[in-house]
């Protein structure tokens, strides 16, 4: 099980002490929300932060983007420095064009589902995704409750992936605290992104360690 903590919910005038400190809690990744306004109703971060956060970790960078057509960016966020670029099956034309382009740039190819698209969405390029993201809630802010019916789709993505004998990584994203951490890891979930969990928690670490615990139980 892997914890990539989302800097979205860090103090944004002090980026690179966050990353630090994820990295020290032993984090696995660092998750990057990148938000244009468009896709979901939030702006935040774009390629020159991610290059700022790539000078001040070596952890992974899994960088999400909540971005209309995101062809237009994924060369800017690769050369920024993303180890693992996710974009969203609902905001683009032609995902598996999308797909291949993120490898060729020589990233990881990440998608994301919103709570209401099926897997069905997916389920003829997963052969190609490296990390399949399930949003367990409604993409744009951080610190919304967890969505449990979204349990179902998650538990039926991991039997796809175990029969087909796939590479994906499965992550899921939003609302998650030692609770619901244990539910999305019983149902499947490999990879759990974690933000105001992890850093509007007094300390990093122990927020860190007690996802661990939560799921470790
Ligand atoms: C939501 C983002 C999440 C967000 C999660 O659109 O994709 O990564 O940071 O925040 P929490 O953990 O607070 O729900
Ligand atoms: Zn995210």
Partial sequence: MKIAPSILAADFAALGAAARAAAAAGADYLHVDVMDG???PNLTLGPAAVKALRRSVELPLD??????????????????????LTVHA???????????????????AGVALN??????????????VDLLLIMTVNPGFGGQKFLPFVLEKLAATRELVDRRELAVELEVDGGID???????????AQVLVAGTAVFGAPDVAAAVSALRGAVAD
């Fill in 38 to 40: 468009h896709f979901v």
């Fill in 63 to 84: 960088v999400h983007l909540m971005v209309e057509d995101p062809d237009r960016f994924l060369e800017d966020f690769v050369r920024a420095g993303a180890d693992i």
């Fill in 90 to 108: 609902e905001a683009g034309y032609h995902l598996h064009r999308t797909l291949q382009r993120i490898r060729a740039l020589g990233a990881r």
């Fill in 115 to 128: 709570p209401a698209t099926p897997l069905a969405a997916v389920e003829a390029v997963l052969s190609q």
């Fill in 178 to 188: 030692p609770t619901t951490a244990a539910e999305a890891v019983a149902a499947g």
